[in-house]
């Protein structure tokens, strides 16, 4: 079973670029087929998808967000990332990545990550 | 881009009650739509894919029905763990969307 972490920093300052990573255990993030994905909950809020990438490197994000959203794969180790630039206080939020294996739905998630936009 | 509704925002219940959730698809999107479980401090679980199917592990309790524009989530008989928000998602033209979510409480 795929297991996947979050990590990066908790704290960002407006403006700047959020950076986060998502590491994949149990199973190779170049599988056919998989999409790698990001999705963030602002506090007390519900869920919103960010963006994927498929495994091949096509990325398909959410166009509320198009224009400040990078996603990339790292074969290598295992990983891929988010960059979220020009972040606000509205942009404070867990951050979670997941893995959609067939195409759909995201059939497993990381435990999150709280992610803070302040000065 | 679809959008999905659910309803009602909260429903608040007892235990061994049963439970019934709606969410509406702004378009059609056929059988493609999941439920999701998420729990205080804990990620979203996925229930049910494809409208009815199970995910691995999931209580027979929980059933979903639908296709179109109309889906709903079914518990027979609420146990204490289920006590939860519940999401539903959809992905069309190559965008992922959740609704709004449903608060199951306790009464």
């Known amino acids: 079973q795929l297991q996947l972490q979050e990590s990066g920093p908790g704290l960002v300052k407006p403006s700047e670029t959020l950076s986060l990573t998502c590491t994949v255990s149990g199973g190779s993030i170049s599988s056919s087929n998989y999409f790698w994905g990001w999705i963030r909950q602002p506090p007390r809020k519900g869920l919103e998808w960010i963006g994927n990438?498929?495994?091949?490197?096509?990325?398909y994000y959410n166009p509320s967000l198009r224009g400040r959203v990078t996603m990339s794969v790292d074969t290598s180790r295992n990983q891929f990332s988010l960059r979220l630039s020009s972040v606000t206080a509205a942009d404070t939020a867990v951050f979670y990545c997941a893995v959609v294996q067939g195409g759909y739905y995201f059939d497993y998630w990381g435990q999150g990550t709280l992610v803070s936009v302040s000065s | 881009e679809i959008v999905l509704t659910q309803s009602p925002a909260t429903l608040s219940l007892s235990p061994g009650e049963g439970a019934t959730l709606s969410c509406r698809a702004s378009?059609?999107?056929?059988?493609?739509l999941a439920w999701y479980q998420q729990k205080p401090g804990q990620a979203p679980r996925l229930l049910i894919y494809?409208?009815?199917n199970r995910a691995t592990g999931i209580p027979a309790r929980f059933s979903g029905s639908g296709s179109g524009t109309d889906f709903t989530l079914t518990i027979s008989s609420l146990e204490p763990e289920d006590f939860a928000v519940y999401y539903c998602q959809q992905r069309s033209n190559w965008l992922w969307t959740f609704g709004q979510g449903t608060n199951v409480e306790i009464k």
């Open positions: 990438i498929y495994y091949s490197g096509s990325t």
């Open positions: 494809d409208a009815s």
């Open positions: 378009q059609s999107v056929r059988s493609y």
